[in-house]
């Protein structure tokens, strides 16, 4: 028998694990409902026609691509492949049709095969018989969802998300196939104020969950901008994917990327010193004005990000905010300011990122609706907290008081008196079985349960309980109240 396995880039989570990760989302979900965010699902899920060529060809290629049918081999699909195999041959001059039944191939039939296999392939991995995929991120079935919903929805609409995505990745640390986001968006408002409570949203939970951190702000108008000046304005997605990568593969590579994008060279050493900039926010800002005076779109892309940047710096901000010109997000719906988030004690990727897009609603048939949002990832927040030891004693605790089994009798006894103590809020379970003492004590310590509750003849005839304290190993008779009081504190 095989032995069982889980896919690469997922994982399984433990008691303790899921408790850390509910504290991470129970603290983005507060901060989100503070912010007056209110929460939606969509299906894991979606139509391909929904997910496809909102990402770009990267994006694209990492989807998740579902049958249409459990069934690969069931009628509908043999007929879908055959049919378009058919098409597909045709086309590349494989065959060619002698009336409605019947066809000549028309390459040696030595290599029909092999050619035939492959032209098989091309369509299996294209998506034939496939219609549907797993979600990539929450950003674009949120916006299908405000179109499909439009006259339910109030404008500006503030939604959040907290679900799973799935993206056909290489995995790697920090980087799962199968991973939680949570999402907080606004659409209906083109207000710069929209970013700037953004990121005071995002310092709130980090200072919530106790990780220092360093929020970059960039914007897609600069990059067109900067784009624009070097003679390259049709090349902008390009420069913006190879930018991205500048932390993972370093100026070198990325350059030799631009070269192999068709950005010639002339452009590409324009361009280092302007994604190198240094100093302040105030004199990055003060030099792109310069650089950028020629270009409108740069212009309007300095302009916000020094609005944003002018009212954050009003509020109480305990986290480093840097102007940082390599910063892209590679998506193609980004089209204004840009964010994204690194912990400065640990080395990791981004752990939120996201940015203003003003059309994406369009897509779907919803022209002029501009939204802006934010996606935590709480899997790396997990890993974040893990390496630092961050998570508080209480978030993390379990049961926090266990009665002891003696029998049927001292197990009527106690059953009423465990319905008082989760009555008063206190986590409680009794021992099911009545097992020898060593074991259900080594139950609570395998648990990490603080307080055993003992229950025998003695104490049964005096209406109390015995309260074992598992740290200190004192134990004290008392009653129910004196016990909840106890337990409580």
Not at 122 to 129: F, M, R
Request: charged letters at 25%; a negative charge.
């Amino acid at each position: 028998m095989a032995k069982p396995s889980i896919p690469k880039g997922t994982r399984d989570f433990s008691p303790i694990e899921m408790a850390k990760r509910n504290y991470i989302f129970n603290t983005i979900r507060e901060v989100f409902h503070l912010f007056g965010f209110e929460q939606i699902e969509t299906p894991s899920m979606e139509n391909l026609s929904t997910l496809m060529g909102k990402y770009g060809d990267e994006g694209d290629k990492l989807l998740f691509k579902i049958l249409d049918s459990g069934d690969y081999l069931g009628d509908l699909d043999v007929k879908t492949l055959l049919r378009e195999t058919i098409k597909k041959a045709q086309e590349e001059g494989l065959i060619v049709e002698q009336n409605a039944k019947s066809y000549d191939i028309k390459v040696p039939i030595e290599d029909f095969d092999i050619k035939l296999k492959s032209t098989i392939k091309k369509l299996i991995d294209s998506g034939v018989g496939r219609e549907k995929g797993l979600r990539y991120d929450l950003t674009v079935p949120f916006a299908r969802y405000v179109v499909m919903h439009r006259d339910e929805l109030s404008f500006p609409f503030k939604r959040y998300q907290i679900q799973p995505v799935w993206r056909a990745d290489r995995p790697q640390k920090g980087r799962y196939r199968e991973f939680y986001q949570c999402d907080a968006d606004v659409v209906g408002s083109n207000s710069l104020l929209n970013e700037v409570e953004l990121m005071q949203l995002v310092d709130a939970v980090f200072n919530r969950l106790g990780i220092r951190v360093s929020i970059k702000i960039n914007n897609r108008k600069i990059l067109s901008g900067i784009a624009e000046i070097i003679g390259e304005a049709d090349k902008i997605v390009d420069i913006t994917v190879a930018i991205d990568k500048l932390d993972k593969i370093g100026l070198e590579n990325v350059n030799v990327e631009l070269a192999s994008k068709g950005i010639s060279d002339e452009a590409i050493a324009k361009l280092q010193p302007i994604i190198l900039l240094s100093g302040t926010n105030t004199e990055k800002l003060q030099t792109l004005k310069t650089v950028l005076a020629s270009s409108e779109v740069g212009m309007k892309g300095v302009e916000e990000s020094e609005y944003i940047l002018t009212h954050l710096s009003l509020l109480n901000i305990q986290s480093e905010m840097e102007l940082d010109l390599t910063l892209a997000r590679g998506l193609n719906y980004y089209t204004g300011a840009i964010f994204e988030v690194k912990a400065l004690d640990v080395p990791m990727g981004s752990i939120t990122g996201g940015g203003r897009y003003d059309n994406l609603t369009g897509v779907f048939g919803m022209a002029g609706v501009s939204g802006v949002g934010i996606s935590f990832g709480a899997d790396r927040i997990f890993d974040v907290l893990n390496q630092l030891e961050l998570y508080p004693k209480e978030a993390v605790n379990g049961t926090q008081l266990l009665f002891v089994n003696f029998g049927e009798n001292e197990a009527a006894y106690c059953l009423p008196l465990l319905t008082k103590a989760r009555e008063a809020n206190i986590r409680a379970e009794l021992y099911p079985d009545a097992a020898k003492m060593k074991k259900q004590m080594g139950y609570a310590n395998d648990k990490q349960i603080p307080f055993v509750a003992i229950a025998g003849e003695n104490e049964i005839k005096e209406s109390k309980v015995m309260l074992k304290n598992m740290e200190s190993g004192d134990q004290q008779l008392m009653d129910i109240a004196q016990l909840i009081a106890t337990v409580a504190q």
